[in-house]
């Protein structure tokens, strides 16, 4: 695809609920990202895989989180037992090369998670 | 630790007048920095990046923006705002040899007419 994208747009979800959010990056990007955007704050770091590999989780926050890439490219958020807290716009960005090289990100559009 | 700040939640401006949006950092040696446009409903936009070398760096859109080591500053300046460039910008840096970018909570641009 030209871009990335995330699947669904809009989630609502009963607190307790279990969730998966998806993301497809740029086809043949290495490096994928994701960010938890609360309302009216600037995206905050979840998590980076380098391939399938996940070199980085420290800002997941709690072990509620947790994201996979098993084959190097789809991406998947879950989220168990969804707390109220939850409620953020979770993105996914992907850029082309790996490891620590100084590259644009490519946003997708986000998944909105409501928990109620 | 590393830190971000956009001291300016909200600016107005009048179209054709000029912007400059602030951002701070904390960091102790020269980090990667960004600035990124978020327009309703659309994803992070890269408006452009600073690694090294010239300090004033360009970016689309016509923005540019000035890295300050002296000040920890990476303003973001445009001399003529266009009513398209409503939206919500964010300062961003990555320290070198890690993964994690922080971003700062925002700056949300209304353009008057």
């Known amino acids: 695809g030209a871009g990335v994208s995330q699947s669904p747009r809009y989630k609502v979800a009963k607190r307790g609920q279990d969730v998966a959010l998806r993301c497809d990056p740029i086809s043949g990007h290495v490096s994928l990202f994701w960010y938890q955007q609360a309302l009216g704050q600037g995206p905050e770091f979840l998590t980076y895989f380098q391939n399938e590999a996940q070199l980085d989780k420290s800002g997941l926050p709690s072990d509620r989180f947790f994201a996979e890439r098993p084959e190097g490219s789809v991406s998947t958020l879950k989220i168990q037992r969804t707390q109220q807290e939850d409620s953020a716009v979770y993105l996914c960005a992907s850029s082309r090369r790996g490891g620590l090289e100084q590259e644009t990100q490519y946003f997708g559009p986000g998944t909105r998670l409501l928990v109620l | 630790a590393q830190s971000v700040t956009q001291p300016d939640i909200h600016i107005t401006v009048s179209e054709g007048a000029s912007l400059e949006l602030r951002c701070n950092y904390s960091?102790?040696?020269?980090?990667?920095l960004f600035w990124y446009v978020q327009s309703p409903g659309q994803g992070l936009q890269l408006l452009l990046k600073?690694?090294?070398?010239?300090?004033l760096v360009q970016g689309i859109k016509g923005f540019e923006a000035e890295f300050k080591r002296s000040q920890s500053s990476f303003n973001l300046r445009k001399p003529s705002v266009h009513w398209s460039d409503a939206a919500e910008y964010f300062c961003?840096?990555?320290?070198?040899?890690?993964?994690?970018?922080?971003f700062g909570t925002g700056t949300r641009l209304k353009v008057l007419a």
């Open positions: 961003a840096v990555r320290a070198s040899g890690t993964y994690k970018y922080i």
């Open positions: 600073y690694f090294s070398g010239d300090t």
């Open positions: 960091y102790g040696a020269t980090p990667y």
